[in-house]
């Protein structure tokens, strides 16, 4: 893990003096007296499971890149997405369901609540009879 966010970072690096480099060379033709009074921190790259979140911040005036807010990744920010149930929920049994992290294949089985009774109550007979309208079980 320790050496995946080293590499991470190293990468991050590598590409922001990448960016700057071009951004820099470009920018000194447009304006060479800018002096950078004011900038703006613009987001670069949201933060997920395996990716850091980055804004750069660039100069208002002529589009400079001047450093950038690194943050760490977010190890629990998984985007979790079903893939099968396991178990089906019923009234009074919870079920399961096995699902998967779209960023970085991480898999869990997650519990699926169970649903609960749906009370109905009807006259027949004489006398009122209650029960679920699911599972059909008297209450």
């Not at 990716?51 to 208002?60: A, P, Y």
Request: charged share 20%; with cysteine.
């Amino acid at each position: 893990m320790r050496r995946n966010v080293l590499r991470i970072a190293l990468a991050l690096v590598m590409m922001l003096a990448i960016v700057a480099g071009t951004t820099t060379t470009m920018t000194k033709k447009v304006d060479a007296a800018c002096s950078h009074p004011t900038y703006a921190w613009i987001p670069y790259q949201a933060a997920t499971c395996t990716k850091l979140k980055i804004d750069l911040k660039v100069c208002t005036k002529c589009g400079e890149i001047l450093g950038a807010l690194v943050k760490p990744v977010d190890p629990n920010k998984h985007t979790w997405q079903r893939v099968t149930v396991i178990q089906q929920a019923t009234c009074t049994r919870s079920g399961v369901a096995f699902e998967r992290c779209a960023e970085c294949g991480k898999t869990r089985e997650t519990t699926i609540p169970a649903t609960g009774h749906r009370i109905t109550t009807i006259y027949r007979n004489g006398h009122y009879e209650t029960y679920c309208s699911i599972c059909g079980s008297p209450c």
